[in-house]
């Protein structure tokens, strides 16, 4: 049974320490509570300009997860650099850099089980070419520099690439 826990820690009225364990939290009582995770998604500049953000979002929808905040923003380069910190020195850097930067996106953070596995299965392979075709990539991406999507890639990631999009919090924008 997933239990939200703000409301189960007010309602108790205590501070419940927590024991985490795959996936689930073990409270103080022995009691199993579900843990949602959360992954970062963005639709990237070449999906906002070909108009395919309803399109996009309604795949995650209808695959039964949850959008908990969503914006619309033009990312500066800054931004960008610390999204893609991890790929500073390559060569590709400044075109993934660039590319962010050159319009609008849209940021979203998703939650569910499993979410992280389930949002990269739909979005499907980085390369368009390998991508299956009921994938939004498979679907909509025109090349591995226009792919449509970034989804984080574990959980480590996700909280990361969050706190850079949604630093005011995970409310929607």
Request: with cysteine.
């Amino acid at each position: 049974m997933a239990v939200n826990l703000r409301q189960s820690c007010r309602y108790h009225q205590t501070k419940v320490e927590l024991f985490y364990w795959q996936s689930t939290y073990i409270n103080l009582f022995n009691e199993r509570v579900a843990f949602m995770e959360r992954t970062l998604v963005l639709i990237k500049p070449d999906a906002v300009e070909r108009k395919l953000i309803g399109q996009i979002i309604a795949i995650y929808e209808q695959k039964g997860l949850n959008i908990t905040a969503l914006k619309m923003l033009r990312p500066s380069v800054a931004i960008a650099e610390n999204h893609y910190i991890e790929h500073k020195n390559k060569s590709f850097f400044k075109g993934l850099v660039d590319f962010l930067t050159s319009d609008k996106l849209c940021a979203l953070i998703i939650e569910g089980d499993n979410v992280i596995k389930a949002v990269r299965k739909v979005n499907g392979a980085t390369d368009p070419a390998e991508a299956e075709l009921g994938t939004i990539r498979g679907r909509f991406a025109l090349s591995m520099s226009a792919n449509i999507v970034h989804a984080s890639d574990s959980p480590e990631s996700a909280e990361r690439e969050i706190k850079i999009w949604f630093p005011e919090g995970d409310s929607i924008a």
